[in-house]
């Protein structure tokens, strides 16, 4: 494999907060340094069951994930696993969900929470969070910082060919303040802000990057059903692949497999969408 790709996930972050606050990504799509289209969930839009069609190109309905309480390892071929099958090594800096889906369940939070391991079929280096005790008062979510720092670190140490970030700050705080207040406009400014310099950082290691969110969430702050509020986000991507025209919508069902054919990886027979990026 010669492309090596990062895949940056910030949860529940609304179309409408992506392109209205998120002043460096819109910055690099004027400059072209970044193509960016709607990317739609599939339903429910709930986080959980999100995660596994991310990374097996499927529906709920297909893979079984129902939502947050439904959690299982998942038996789809992955894009973890199908890169591992192309020679690739991967890593993930994420909630436990991811370890869960793609590496080994139940999570054992001593063994699974720190785990490198050369010769895994799936998650070669995985760093993960649970939130335990998350809630309306106590967020329970890492800084941003440490998350973003954590994953340029595997990318030195390990040379990952693929490594995803899997952040739940803005979710949090949506289900928490809603969307349309100075609460929610700060949060997104900031992670913006910590999130820019990393992505040149990333560019210059020689990483692609996508820059999305698992769905988006409605004015009550709430998501898992239909609409665009629920299910729309945005998707920005950096690197010499060209994608379709800005106005078309990406299905969430063809991020694995566009993944899997930027790396050069093998493609199953069950993620049957079509590459948006070619």
Request: net charge negative; charged share 20%.
């Amino acid at each position: 494999m010669t492309t090596k790709l990062l895949l940056i996930i910030l949860d529940g972050v609304p179309l409408r907060n992506f392109r209205r606050l998120f002043g460096n990504l819109e910055g690099w799509v004027d400059s072209g340094d970044a193509q960016t289209w709607t990317h739609r969930s599939v339903i429910p839009s709930i986080s959980a069951s999100c995660y596994a069609s991310i990374h097996t190109g499927v529906a709920p309905a297909e893979h079984g994930c129902t939502g947050n309480g439904n959690v299982f390892r998942l038996s789809h071929p992955d894009v973890f696993a199908q890169i591992r099958k192309g020679g690739g090594t991967t890593g993930a800096v994420a909630h436990s969900f991811w370890s869960e889906f793609f590496n080994r369940a139940p999570f054992d939070v001593v063994r699974d929470i720190e785990y490198d391991e050369p010769d895994s079929a799936s998650i070669n280096h995985g760093r993960f969070h649970t939130m335990t005790g998350y809630g309306h008062a106590n967020q329970m979510t890492p800084s941003d910082v440490d998350l973003f720092g954590t994953l340029t670190n595997l990318c030195g140490r390990f040379d990952l060919t693929y490594g995803l970030l899997h952040t739940c700050t803005l979710d949090s705080m949506g289900h928490r303040f809603f969307h349309d207040c100075q609460d929610m406009d700060a949060a997104c400014f900031v992670m913006d802000e910590m999130l820019a310099p990393f992505i040149p950082r990333w560019r210059d290691m020689g990483y692609d990057v996508i820059v999305t969110a698992d769905h988006g969430q409605d004015d009550r702050g709430h998501h898992g059903g239909r609409g665009a509020l629920q299910q729309d986000t945005a998707l920005y991507y950096f690197g010499d692949a060209r994608g379709p025209d800005p106005s078309t919508i990406i299905d969430q069902r063809q991020l694995a497999p566009t993944i899997l054919t930027l790396l050069g990886a093998p493609v199953p027979d069950t993620m049957r969408a079509a590459s948006f990026l070619t």
